[in-house]
C-alpha cells in the first residue's frame, strides 16, 4: 500500500486517511473550526513553513474539504472556508479532544474543553449507533469487511 494511493485503496480508514491522515493536516483543520480562515494567520498560529502549509491546503481544496475564496483582490488573497464534507470531520476532531484528555492528559485542567453552545454546559461526547440507541464499542460492533 503505498502512501499516495490511499485514496483508491477499498479499506475506509484509508480513504479517510489519505485525506486527513498527517499531524499538519488534522491542526488546519483545528484552526478552521477554530474561525482561522486565513493563511497567514494559520501559518502564524502553528509554526509551520509555508511550503507546508500551502501543501496541505491545496490537498484539502482538492478533497472537498476547504474551499478557497477571494477577500481581497489586490493584491490577490484568500480565505479557507469549511465545505459541508469539511464541517462533517467535526465528530471526528471532538473524538480525538475527548481521547487525548482521557488518554494523552497534560497536568491539571484539559487545555480544550467541550461545552454546549446551547445550556454552556460540559458535554460528554460518545459514539452512538443511531439505529438501537447504544454506545458504539470495539465490543458490540464488528467491522466485516467486503470481498
Known amino acids: ?7 483508491k485503496e477499498s479499506c475506509p480508514v484509508a480513504r479517510g486517511l489519505s485525506v ?19 493563511f497567514e494567520q494559520m501559518q502564524e498560529r502553528l509554526g509551520i513553513t509555508r ?4 501543501d496541505r491546503l491545496r490537498k484539502l481544496e ?3 474539504v476547504l ?7 489586490r493584491p490577490l488573497r484568500h480565505e479557507y472556508r469549511l465545505t459541508d464534507r469539511g464541517k462533517a470531520l467535526y465528530p471526528l476532531l471532538v473524538t480525538l479532544i475527548e481521547w487525548a ?7 491539571g485542567v484539559p487545555s480544550v474543553q467541550l461545552f454546549s453552545r446551547e445550556t454552556g454546559d460540559p458535554i460528554a461526547p460518545m ?4 439505529n ?3 454506545k458504539i464499542s470495539y465490543r458490540n460492533v464488528k467491522a466485516v469487511a467486503e470481498n
Open 127 to 130: 459514539l452512538v449507533d443511531a
Open 132 to 134: 438501537s440507541g447504544k
Open 101 to 107: 484528555n482521557e488518554h494523552v492528559p497534560t497536568e
Open 1 to 7: 500500500m503505498k502512501w499516495n494511493d490511499l485514496h
Open 51 to 54: 511550503h507546508v502549509l500551502a
Open 62 to 64: 482538492a478533497a472537498g
Open 67 to 73: 474551499q478557497r475564496e477571494a477577500y481581497q483582490q
Open 20 to 38: 486527513v491522515g498527517d499531524r499538519w493536516t488534522m491542526l488546519v483543520l483545528r484552526d478552521c473550526f477554530l474561525g482561522i480562515r486565513r
